[in-house]
């Protein structure tokens, strides 16, 4: 798990107007805030969680973790969009192994872009049902947004540990902080 790390972490925060970045680092049983900052980007930079000016963004990206505040080079983001689709999607029951091979073929159906133009996943919700269908999660994200992101959090002199979908990611902070 990521965050079973004697390292820092930085969640970083792309948005539309601003970067946000938040660094962690294990405390105990928790975690401490070590730094915190937001940093603007220029209106237009980011346009529905695409970037339009990539320079841009690297530089205030640069400028937020450059700061005397950050130390930790290693980096958790997520994206958002109308670039990535999270769907729902029911199908006869069968094995991971099954499902694995079959997700490319199935996924075409679903999502509304090229298939070779997108990074796939997908996670078992149910694994079957007296109706005979298991239900999967499926996610979808452009490539060409994954290497955008990819490439401004590698220009700026980060390393990428985890891409997330931000619905996700903060799902994931609740069900960690928080009894179910």
């Known amino acids: 798990m990521l965050f079973n790390r004697s390292k820092p972490v930085v969640g970083l925060d792309i948005g539309s107007s601003a970067v946000k ?5 294990a405390a105990g049983r928790g975690f401490k805030v070590v730094a ?8 237009d930079s ?7 000016d990539a ?7 640069r400028r937020l973790l450059g700061s005397a505040r950050f130390k930790a080079k290693d980096v958790v983001a997520s994206l958002s969009g109308s670039s990535v689709i ?8 069968m094995s991971s192994e099954e499902l694995a091979e079959s997700i490319h073929w199935e996924a075409e159906q679903y ?5 070779n133009e997108v990074n796939l996943d997908h996670q078992i919700l149910r694994e079957s049902g007296v109706d005979g269908q298991m239900d999967v999660l ?15 959090i590698t220009e700026a002199g980060l390393s990428l540990l985890v891409m997330d ?8 902070m609740y069900q960690h902080n928080y009894q179910p």
């Open 165 to 172: 979908v931000d619905a996700f990611a903060v799902g994931n």
């Open 21 to 25: 970045a938040i660094e962690l680092k």
């Open 111 to 115: 999502i509304p872009f090229d298939i």
């Open 55 to 61: 320079g841009a963004v690297t530089d205030a990206v």
């Open 138 to 152: 499926l996610v979808a994200a452009k490539k060409d947004l994954i290497d955008d992101y990819v490439s401004v």
């Open 46 to 52: 980011i346009v529905d969680g695409a970037i339009i």
């Open 36 to 43: 915190i900052g937001v940093e603007p980007v220029p209106p």
């Open 86 to 93: 999270v769907k729902k999607i029911s199908l006869p029951v």
